[in-house]
């Protein structure tokens, strides 16, 4: 195992799925989601898995949209992933469920060791887990209740795992991300700066912390494709979207700001962690 914080960001590979019809019909209506404007939000899915291909030079590797599924584009919620290692989540959601079989083959096809939560007690979305490089971060939100922060605990058991409540109905990373290494971004907000306060009591680690007029911004991808020493890239959303947080951003010296777009795919609930798994080692072939 290299330093701490060494493995964090690490990739290679990128896992993204299309934006299905449904989530622009009536279904996603039914779902409880507001109306949708399909070619936009398509359109900005294609700039992001542009983005991670031709910017970030990883492999990338999409799922076909799923009409069944009109959510199946946030499949950040479907895996922890860390290592060679990814455990397959237990969405909040029974409608979700079904979203994590394509993940699950996609993941086992790569050559990870998958995990199953059997706990049908358990609930679990990914995008309540923050891993910094140094340890995890499980939020205890809406979606994600304590047997699925334990089943994350065990089967991470190489990294802490710390439990941060989560008021409101954000994710944790829809709070907060990593700007670097050893730098927590989070937004203005009392729920984001409350959880980053319970993160601090909880650490044994020094983080750099930044704080980002809007919540939203904190969801951003802190990445390292390529070999060791190569440049470290910082997916955000763009000033299209959050112009307000921009200029802190620029304080992120360290990093290659890579920004796009998600205002559409974000009615639906999206935010930047939620759209496309990052897988931080090599895995076998």
């Known amino acids: 195992?290299?330093?701490?914080?060494?493995?964090?960001?690490?990739?290679?590979?990128?896992?993204?799925?299309?934006?299905?019809e449904s989530l622009g019909s009536g279904e996603a209506a039914v779902a409880g989601l507001p109306p949708l404007d399909l070619a936009k939000a398509q359109r900005e899915h294609g700039v992001?898995?542009?983005?991670?291909?031709?910017?970030?030079?990883?492999?990338?590797?999409?799922?076909?949209p799923e009409e069944s599924l009109p959510l199946g584009p946030l499949l950040g919620d479907t895996a922890?992933?860390?290592?060679?290692?990814?455990?397959?989540?237990?969405?909040?959601?029974?409608?979700?469920?079904?979203?994590?079989?394509?993940?699950?083959?996609?993941?086992q096809d790569l050559g990870l060791r998958i995990v199953e939560m059997g706990d049908e007690t358990a609930t679990l979305d990914g995008t309540d887990v923050l891993f910094t490089g140094r340890e995890f971060f499980v939020g205890l939100s809406k979606w994600?209740?304590?047997?699925?922060?334990?089943?994350?605990?065990?089967?991470?058991?190489?990294?802490?795992?710390?439990?941060?409540?989560?008021?409101?109905?954000?994710?944790?990373?829809?709070?907060?991300?990593?700007?670097?290494?050893?730098?927590?971004?989070?937004?203005s907000s009392e729920a984001a700066q409350k959880a980053v306060r319970a993160m601090a009591a909880l650490t044994d680690h020094p983080y750099a912390s930044l704080t980002l007029p809007d919540d939203a911004?904190?969801?951003?991808?802190?990445?390292?494709?390529?070999?060791?020493?190569?440049?470290?890239?910082?997916?955000?959303?763009?000033?299209?979207?959050?112009?307000?947080?921009?200029?802190?951003?620029?304080?992120?010296s360290d990093v290659t700001l890579v920004?796009?777009?998600?205002?559409?795919?974000?009615?639906?609930?999206?935010?930047?962690?939620s759209l496309c798994l990052?897988?931080?080692t090599r895995p076998h072939s």
């Open 1 to 20: 195992m290299g330093p701490p914080g060494e493995g964090l960001g690490r990739c290679s590979h990128a896992l993204i799925r299309g934006v299905p």
């Open 80 to 107: 922890v992933i860390q290592g060679d290692t990814a455990l397959i989540t237990r969405p909040w959601s029974p409608a979700r469920r079904p979203e994590v079989e394509g993940v699950r083959k996609a993941l």
């Open 144 to 187: 994600t209740n304590h047997r699925g922060a334990e089943i994350v605990a065990d089967t991470f058991r190489d990294f802490a795992v710390s439990t941060v409540p989560v008021s409101g109905p954000s994710h944790l990373r829809g709070l907060c991300g990593m700007g670097g290494p050893r730098t927590v971004v989070a937004g």
């Open 278 to 280: 990052v897988l931080s």
């Open 48 to 64: 992001l898995g542009g983005k991670l291909r031709q910017r970030l030079g990883l492999q990338l590797l999409e799922l076909p």
């Open 259 to 273: 920004p796009v777009s998600c205002s559409e795919l974000e009615k639906a609930g999206a935010g930047l962690s």
């Open 217 to 252: 911004a904190a969801d951003c991808l802190f990445l390292r494709p390529g070999l060791p020493g190569g440049p470290s890239f910082l997916l955000h959303r763009g000033g299209g979207d959050l112009p307000n947080s921009q200029e802190a951003l620029q304080k992120l």
